[in-house]
């Protein structure tokens, strides 16, 4: 190798391990924020604000990153209109707008499909799923609006008056979007039969009360599901169905159910405890699920992330309840080495980053950073083809 070479190897292995990790966090007071975290910093320099946007408001409760794009919602109240709004992020971290449309009140979430054609949006006030055609480089033109209603209310009646669409993803095929409805419990499912709309198709039912909010698919990073986990924001449990493919169709046979408190008894309250994110960690062998309102940690003062194994069957095994660093764990994202996990607790407004164990799949007992942040409600990390040394 010649000196060149090897100067330039040990620059890049120098800016890489030097380089800050970025996480872009929505807030349901309107704001996504940039924040640069350091861990190879002292501890009062491990957090740094980059850069800030208010052009979601008035609640930027939720971001999908795809490529150099972040989408973001405006939960909107009903009847106002929904908006999706695409940003481009800039070298610097700042959030440039590209475009936007309106939808359905109320959006939650965002799925982008594959290719970055299509832009599914899950509107919980609302009631209804949302298409958008996206030209890649920030425009979005609505192109379909799906609309629930229920005959009656479900057996949780203050929460399920109504279908409350609560997350849009695509299935690891990219032929499927999921859309677990809390109000009606079930598990909407579409076909995305063009780069630009979807096709509704027989939907999944779960148990009465269940409440199913998030979803995620099993194992990582194959070519087809096995499995789906689903977690019951109401019933605080995490269901595990066995996926098939056949005619067109994505099927479901619900085969276990565990509390989202593993081995420990479910808080009574009040307010009763409520269910939230659900993630597989990089290697899919660790689940994770938050837990809001349990106050289990810190001798009361702050909620939950519950850790399982999960076996190559799909079998969970609970590990641990650890704190969260706040209250009301809305949701929370895992860095693509492992190492790091980002919450965001809105109901203390903060963003609290804690150790990850990849060897075990556990979580620190202390944050090694929290930073205050109002209403903070989605913790995204940015890493675009990034190595870390």
């Known amino acids: 190798m010649s ?7 040990a620059l890049l292995m120098a800016t890489t391990a030097s380089a800050g990790r970025t996480l872009f966090v929505g807030s349901g007071k309107g704001t996504i924020k940039s ?7 002292n501890a009062q320099g491990l ?5 800030s946007t208010a052009e979601s408001s008035p609640a930027a409760t939720w971001q999908t990153i795809f490529g150099d794009l972040l989408y973001s919602v405006s939960e909107t109240s009903v009847p ?5 709004t695409a940003y481009q992020i800039g070298p610097d971290k700042k959030l440039i707008k590209k475009g936007s449309a309106k939808g359905t009140p109320s959006p939650v979430s965002l799925g982008v499909g594959k290719g ?37 209310p479900g057996p949780v009646p203050d929460r399920q008056e109504g279908a409350h669409p609560h997350q849009a993803i695509m299935d690891p095929t990219g032929e499927y979007v999921i859309v677990p409805d809390l109000g009606a419990d079930r598990v909407r499912v579409y076909c995305a039969n063009s780069s630009t709309t979807i096709n509704e198709l027989e939907s999944i039912k779960t148990p009465d009360g269940f409440g199913p909010r998030h979803a995620i698919f099993y194992p990582v990073g194959n070519p087809k599901a096995t499995h789906m986990f689903v977690v019951g924001e109401l019933a605080n449990e995490i269901m595990t169905f066995k996926i098939s493919y056949a005619h067109g169709q994505l099927k479901a046979e619900n085969i276990a159910a565990v509390s989202t408190f593993g081995t420990q008894s479910v808080p009574t309250g009040p307010p009763a405890p409520t269910a939230a994110e659900i993630a597989l960690s990089p290697d899919g062998k660790y689940l994770y699920v938050s837990n809001r309102h349990d106050k289990t940690q810190a001798n009361g003062t702050q909620d939950s992330i519950a850790t399982f194994r999960v076996y190559p069957d799909a079998k969970l095994t609970f590990i641990q309840l650890s704190a969260c660093g706040g209250i009301s764990p809305r949701h929370f994202s895992i860095t693509k080495d492992g190492n790091w996990v980002a919450i965001a607790n809105d109901g203390s407004g903060n963003i609290s980053i804690f150790r990850r164990y990849p060897e075990n799949g556990t979580i620190s007992s202390l944050p090694i950073v929290s930073t205050a942040n109002d209403g903070a409600s989605c913790a995204t990390w940015y890493e675009p083809k990034v190595e870390y040394s």
């Open 47 to 51: 957090m740094k604000e980059l850069a």
């Open 3 to 9: 000196l060149r070479s090897i100067l330039k190897t």
């Open 35 to 41: 924040y640069e975290f350091d861990e190879t910093a």
């Open 80 to 84: 106002v209109d929904g908006v999706v």
């Open 116 to 152: 970055g054609k299509l832009v599914i949006s899950a509107s919980y006030a609302g009631g209804g799923v949302d298409t958008f055609a996206a030209d890649g480089s920030g425009g979005l033109t609505h192109s379909q609006k799906f609309a629930y209603t229920l005959d009656k």
